[in-house]
């Protein structure tokens, strides 16, 4: 799954689905991107022509260097005194290698700060040349919110292995869990109470078979719910429905997996 995953709700905003053995690098040309964004990603994507075709389309990157890179300094800019002493260097680089030169001809600016929680020292380049050091670092860090979101598929939905081999199978597993994450994060942004998303789920698997006002439910899940549910009438060929309420089956997905 090569995502790109909108940092505003942390939703997915385009997956394209290749065969394992695609690499990173290569199954991300296909996802399209907007002018003006930023796109923060690892060590994987640092592709110097992929990264000039993001350039050539005014889009802003943040990208994890690998430790052979190499590089010329042009210039070395100056960090804030006494503030923000993670930051060990701010730095406009050319490429030296030839084959790199000629996929990426234009300067970059290299970024190293120092990672206190993990103690070691993470090496970014970008082509903007304007925000301060210290933004360039927080962008990365927010890279972690995709690796985030593949562990709550994984761990939430228990998408640790596939109920089937076929391609259309492994293709209808991911994209229910897509959808279920979706719909979960959805839920969890218009309840009143503060859920985190594990408890809403582990509440949802209890509740898969018991009528109930969603909508309340998630707003009061520790109240005690003593009205009624609606009431369904058959009439003819179709079920008339006295209340409009969302009753969710793509829940029972959570008990196939």
């Known amino acids: 799954m090569h ?6 709700g942390n939703l997915p905003a385009y997956v394209n689905i290749t065969e394992g053995k695609t690499a990173d690098n290569k199954g991300v040309y296909d996802i399209p991107l907007q002018a003006n964004s930023v796109i923060v990603a690892d060590r994987f994507y640092n592709d110097f022509h992929l990264l000039n075709v993001w350039d050539s389309k005014a889009v ?5 260097h690998k430790e052979n890179l190499q590089f010329a300094v042009v210039k070395e800019n ?6 923000h002493p993670h930051l060990l260097k701010d730095e406009i680089i050319e490429l030296k290698n030839d084959d790199s030169k000629k996929k990426y001809p234009k300067k970059l600016r290299r970024i190293a700060i120092w990672d206190e929680l993990n103690q070691q020292t993470i090496e970014l380049i970008t082509n903007h040349l304007k925000w301060s050091a210290n933004t360039i670092g927080e962008l990365y860090k927010s890279r972690w919110q995709i690796e985030i979101f593949f562990r709550e598929i994984k761990q939430l939905l228990h998408i640790k292995s596939f109920i089937g081999t076929s391609e259309n199978a492994v293709l209808i597993q991911i994209w229910t869990a897509l959808i279920t994450i979706l719909i979960l994060k959805a839920l969890k942004a218009m309840a009143k109470y503060k859920w985190h998303l ?3 789920v582990a509440f949802i698997r209890l509740n898969l078979f018991v009528k ?17 549910p609606p009431i369904i009438i058959q009439g003819g060929s179709f079920l008339k429905i006295t209340e ?8 029972t997905y959570l008990y196939l997996s």
């Open 3 to 8: 995502t790109l995953l909108d940092y505003d």
């Open 60 to 64: 802003n990157f943040v990208v994890r």
């Open 78 to 83: 100056e960090l804030p005194e006494n503030k």
């Open 198 to 200: 594990s408890n809403l």
């Open 212 to 228: 109930i006002r969603l909508k309340q439910w998630i707003d009061q899940a520790y109240d005690q719910h003593t009205k009624d």
């Open 244 to 251: 409009i309420n969302a009753t969710i089956y793509v829940f």
